[in-house]
């Protein structure tokens, strides 16, 4: 891509579907990981005042622990036992390159570690 291109996309803006994405990943994180919880709650016009809403903020207790709960049978794939890794590759010298790169994604963990706790809830969220 030239640099006239990229100027062009620059001055093109953040197209609709970006902004939707991420309204609707705010909301996700506030069920999923209790991010934001509270200042995501609005007042229920007719039924409450400020006060009621504020007291519903301090108390409010997030659905985190349903979407845990939802979400177990895929932490078992994580923890299950047995199995191998099984790389197909002809020389040794590639497998060892191969293993040494998965052993060390990023900030030092493994390429397993790193989908559990990183890419896993990307993926939720």
Do not use: C
């Amino acid at each position: 891509m030239e640099l006239v291109g990229i100027v062009n996309i620059i001055e093109a803006g953040r197209p609709d579907w970006v902004e939707t994405a991420v309204i609707e990943h705010k909301r996700l994180n506030v069920h999923i990981n209790g991010i934001g919880t509270a200042a995501y709650l609005t007042l229920i016009g007719g039924i409450e005042n400020r006060n009621q809403l504020k007291l519903r903020q301090d108390y409010l207790t997030t659905n985190r622990y349903a979407l845990t709960n939802l979400s177990r049978p895929i932490d078992k794939v994580f923890s299950a036992k047995g199995g191998g890794n099984i790389y197909n590759v002809k020389q040794t010298a590639k497998e060892k390159t191969l293993r040494k790169g998965l052993s060390n994604v990023r900030h030092g963990k493994s390429i397993r570690t790193w989908i559990k706790d990183i890419q896993a809830n990307k993926f939720y969220t």
